[in-house]
C-alpha cells in the first residue's frame, strides 16, 4: 500500500515539472509543433473517472526547467489555482549535472510538497527511471538512486503517491524512449506511464491493464548500426546539450507552459486519444 489520499476522482489536477511533464517525444496528432505526453494522457483517465465526466486541466512544465525553476515559478501558480490532484515531477536535470547535492535537491522538493498538502491537494511524485543501460548518462545512476529513496521518504512522511519508474521493466526497453536523445519516452512509453500514474492513483481505466507487461523482444542489431546509432546520439543529443551548459542556455528559454490555467477536459472528447 502506498500513502496518499483514498479519492479516486479529482475536480482538477494541474501538472508542474519539465520536458518529461510537457510531453516530449509524444506528437499531439491535432496540433503541429505540440505534444501530448503522460499529464495529458492521466487528465484523460481522470476525466473518464470522474463521476462528472470532466475534469479541470493545466500543465505548466516546461521543458529544461531546473528544480528550483518549477519551485519558483510553477509551484506558486499552481497552489493559487487550488487544486485538488498535483503532479510534481522534477529533478531530472538537475541530476544529469555533475557535483549536484541529491539531498539538498530533495529538501527543496519537500517543502513544496508539505505545502500542497497542507492546502488539501493530493500529490502525485515519480522517481527517476534507472539509467543503467544508457551510455555516459548511466554516470548519474548513484545520485539518481539516492534522490529517488528521499521521494519514498518524503511520500511515507507526507501521504503522496509515488509513480515508481526505477523499478519499471517494460521501462529498459529501448524502444520505449526517443532514440534521438534517450532522455525521453517515445508515444508507447509516454502511454504506458500514464496508465502506470492511474494506477499508483488507483484510477480504473477499463480495458488497459497490459502496460506491465514487456514487448516483445527486439532483433539484434548488426554492430555497424549500433555504432551509427551511438555516434548520431552524441553528435545530435551530447554535443548540444554540452554547448548549452557552457553557454548557460536552456531548451526551454523563451517557452511557456502549453496550457497555462485549468481548462475542463471532457472524458468524452478524450478518451479515445489518451487509451490508443
Known amino acids: 500500500m502506498q500513502p496518499g489520499s483514498d479519492r479516486r476522482s479529482w475536480q482538477r489536477y494541474i501538472a508542474v515539472g519539465d520536458s518529461f511533464t510537457e ?3 509524444d506528437p499531439d496528432p491535432g ?9 495529458d494522457r492521466l487528465a484523460g483517465h481522470l476525466a473518464a473517472a470522474s463521476p462528472t465526466g470532466t475534469v479541470e486541466y493545466a500543465n505548466l512544465a516546461i521543458r529544461g526547467r531546473l528544480l528550483a525553476q518549477v519551485l519558483d ?3 506558486p501558480v499552481a497552489r493559487a489555482a487550488e487544486p485538488d490532484l498535483v503532479s510534481l515531477v522534477a529533478g531530472g536535470n538537475d541530476l544529469l549535472r555533475p557535483g549536484v547535492d541529491p539531498d539538498r535537491l530533495a529538501a527543496d522538493l519537500e517543502t513544496a510538497v508539505a505545502a500542497f498538502r497542507e492546502a488539501g491537494a493530493d500529490v502525485l511524485l515519480a522517481t527517476g527511471v534507472d539509467p543503467r543501460q544508457t551510455p555516459i548518462i548511466r554516470r548519474t545512476r548513484g545520485r539518481v538512486a539516492v534522490f529517488n529513496s528521499h521521494l519514498w521518504s518524503i511520500a511515507a512522511r507526507h501521504g503522496a503517491v509515488v509513480l515508481d519508474q526505477w523499478g519499471a521493466a517494460w ?3 529501448l524502444r520505449m524512449w526517443d532514440p534521438g536523445d ?3 519516452l517515445t508515444s508507447e512509453g509516454h502511454r504506458r506511464t500514464a496508465l502506470a500514474a492511474a494506477a499508483a492513483l ?10 506491465r507487461t514487456p514487448m516483445e523482444p527486439a532483433p539484434p542489431r548488426p ?9 548520431a546520439w552524441v553528435r545530435g543529443f551530447v554535443l548540444p546539450w554540452i554547448g548549452r551548459r557552457l553557454t548557460g542556455r536552456s531548451s526551454g528559454d523563451g517557452r511557456t507552459a502549453k496550457r497555462a490555467t485549468p481548462q475542463p477536459l471532457s472524458a468524452g472528447l478524450t478518451v479515445e486519444d489518451v487509451v490508443r
Open 31 to 39: 496540433t503541429p509543433d505540440a505534444f501530448r505526453g503522460w499529464a
Open 223 to 231: 554492430a555497424r548500426e549500433v555504432a551509427a546509432q551511438e555516434l
Open 182 to 184: 534517450r532522455i525521453h
Open 73 to 75: 515559478e510553477q509551484v
Open 171 to 173: 521501462l529498459q526497453d
Open 23 to 25: 510531453g516530449l517525444s
Open 202 to 211: 488507483g484510477v480504473p481505466v477499463a480495458g488497459d491493464d497490459g502496460w
